[in-house]
T-cell receptor
Framework: SQQGEEDPQALSIQEGENATMNCSYK?????LQWYRQNSGRGLVHLIL?????REKHSGRLRVTLDTSKKSSSLLITASRAADTASYFC????????FGKGITLSVRP | DAGVIQSPRHEVTEMGQEVTLRCKPI?????LFWYRQTMMRGLELLIY????????DSGMPEDRFSAKMPNASFSTLKIQPSEPRDSAVYFC?????????????FGDGTRLSIL
């Protein structure tokens, strides 16, 4: 079963715009993590938010967590063409369970 | 610093053949994970180890799959005999042992094609 379910499945925006991606999960978690995957490469960790945190920032990334709704969102501000990739959320409780990912395309 | 190293990067073989995928985790990481990624099923956890001991192999699809970790710096995932439906990208990941609030570090995967 998948812990993370991302929404939308695909997103296309213009460079400079913000990108918002949502994730829902099913069971209790210790933390929620977001990863990026470029074509033909492995996943790269972006940001981790613990279950007792509500919001976290890292550079152009902002992640929120609502444990009552079992949902999280990832905001990428001032997007760049280099942000084009697939993005995955994963709920963590001793192991990670990933969703199927969101394909983000940033048009120059 | 070297990241997680997987080999080979690509493997093409005929069905029925034995396939061995290899992984070298980041030095000092206590946990090692094997995943399989396909378009249909996404990223699935197959098995993970803690201090070289298999902890959870519930994701291993069937007896044709086996994984070993003979020491802290090496793990293998073996498929015998291979079938076309095993075609996928297989990832290895590792993380430090200090609790769950640690990210995983992924290799670049092995793209496996079974003809």
């Amino acid at each position: 079963s998948q812990q993370g379910e991302e929404d939308p499945q695909a997103l296309s925006i213009q460079e400079g715009e913000n990108a918002t991606m949502n994730c829902s999960y099913k069971t209790s978690i210790n933390n929620l993590q977001w990863y990026r995957q470029n074509s033909g490469r492995g996943l790269v960790h972006l940001i981790l938010i613990r279950s007792n945190e509500r919001e976290k920032h890292s550079g152009r990334l902002r992640v929120t967590l609502d444990t009552s709704k079992k949902s999280s969102s990832l905001l990428i501000t001032a997007s760049r063409a280099a942000d084009t990739a697939s993005y995955f959320c994963a709920g963590a409780n001793s192991k990670l369970t990933f969703g199927k990912g969101i394909t983000l395309s940033v048009r120059p | 610093d070297a990241g997680v190293i997987q080999s080979p990067r690509h493997e093409v073989t005929e069905m029925g053949q034995e396939v061995t995928l290899r992984c070298k985790p980041i030095s000092g990481h206590d946990y090692l994970f094997w995943y399989r990624q396909t378009m249909m099923r996404g990223l699935e956890l197959l098995i993970y180890f803690n201090n070289n001991v298999p902890i959870d192999d519930s994701g291993m699809p069937e007896d044709r799959f086996s994984a070993k970790m003979p020491n802290a710096s090496f793990s293998t995932l073996k498929i015998q005999p291979s079938e076309p439906r095993d075609s996928a990208v297989y990832f290895c990941a590792s993380r430090p042992g200090q609790g769950d609030n640690q990210p995983q570090h992924f290799g670049d995967g092995t793209r496996l094609s079974i003809l």
